[in-house]
């Protein structure tokens, strides 16, 4: 018999066999430094793209304020155990209401992890009758929740409408031999690697010819999308189709855990069955006392939202302006796609960094098909004209030369920690 570790030993993984040349650059780089635009990479300054803090909320003052007195206050440790065991709280129960008036639904419920969180949610909802619709291009966590689903689950081709029709046709012929079950459609707010939309509106208006429910992920839209920043189906004026509506705290609020809204027995239903609060310890009080303190200054401070889009929007038109494919995004995510290999790529983040000073994320095979490269920029209200100017002109300069083929090397370069 094989020992269970042996294989692990062999094959470290599509990522971590590069682990020796990329660990603490090209995978676990460490950024120091209070959270800004701009922050410190192994000893020098770098323009940032690759946080999640749309609306600069990781380093406000008023933020960081009611972090330190709550957690002088409460420690770490208040409430101790469970929700439905010891660790309710008043606060908490003030979270989720306040939640759920601003996405406009009747209740929610507070999740410790979105990627766990969402999971168990599809666990709670479906059974083994019911048949899972959704988007080819989902995040890992809602892909994590098919896999605990016993039933049918039917993929429709990214946004495409008339792919949907066809799962649809194909979820409710099942459901009709089977007599019994029901069609739950999984899609998200924002993609997070291409920047688009789902086609909210269009999957709702569905609902007049199919019998289902919707789940929306919209990690990236809550806060950022919408008139009062209430997300993608605010911005796309369907948030009432939306049955079950879910955001983590990890994007635009700058902090941890999550939660999902809807109906008030559907929720309630929830949160007597969801497993991973059930037999979980409770969001700590100093979190729960900072989301709320983000939720305020979400909905008070719309000039944050105004100042993310006006630099997504600047950042986006130069790049443009200089030739660069930015796919079709129509929200702040902003991938730059060029051609390449994976080796090329890491020699031309290594330039970037290291002659240029612009930190962003990049995306290659086996995530992307061979021969692509993205850049994934994130846009935040923190950054400045001259991060932006900076980033463009660095932008310009490497595309030329990965285009004169300057950074053809035959592995990745050797950039991991050294090792004492
Ligand atoms: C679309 C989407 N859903 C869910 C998650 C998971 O959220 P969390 O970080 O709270 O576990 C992410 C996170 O990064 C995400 O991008």
Known sequence: MADIFEKLLKNAGPIGQHRKRAHGYFAFPKLEGPISSRMMFRGKEMVVWSLNNYLGLANHPEIRKTDAEAAAQFGLAYPMGARMMSGNSNYHEQLEKELAEFEHKEDAILMNFGYQGIMSAIDAICGRHDVIVYDAESHACIIDGLRLHPGHRYVFKHNDMDDLVKQLERATQLIQKQNTGGILVITEGVFGMAGDQGKLKEIVDLKQQFEFRLLVDDAHGFGTLGKTGAGAGEEQDCQDGIDLYFSTFAKSMASIGAFLAGDRDIIDFIRYNIRSQIFAKSLPMPIVLGNLKRLEL??????????????????????????????????????????????????????????????????????????????????TA???????????????????????????????????????
């Open 382 to 420: 923190t950054h400045t004209e001259q991060d932006i100017e900076d980033t463009l002109r660095a932008f310009s300069e490497t595309k030329a030369k990965l285009d004169a083929g300057a950074y053809k090397v035959e592995m990745i370069p050797d950039m991991a920690e050294v090792k004492s």
């Open 298 to 379: 979400l909905r008070t401070q719309p000039e944050l939202k105004a100042k993310l889009w006006e630099n997504a929007l600047r950042l986006q038109k130069g790049l443009r302006e200089r030739g660069f494919d930015i796919g079709k995004t129509n929200t702040m995510v902003t991938p730059v796609y060029m051609k390449g290999g994976v080796e090329e790529a890491t020699a031309m983040v290594t330039d970037l960094r290291e002659n240029y000073h612009i930190f962003c994320s990049i995306v290659v095979y086996p995530v992307i098909p061979k021969g692509h490269i993205i850049y994934r920029l994130i846009p």
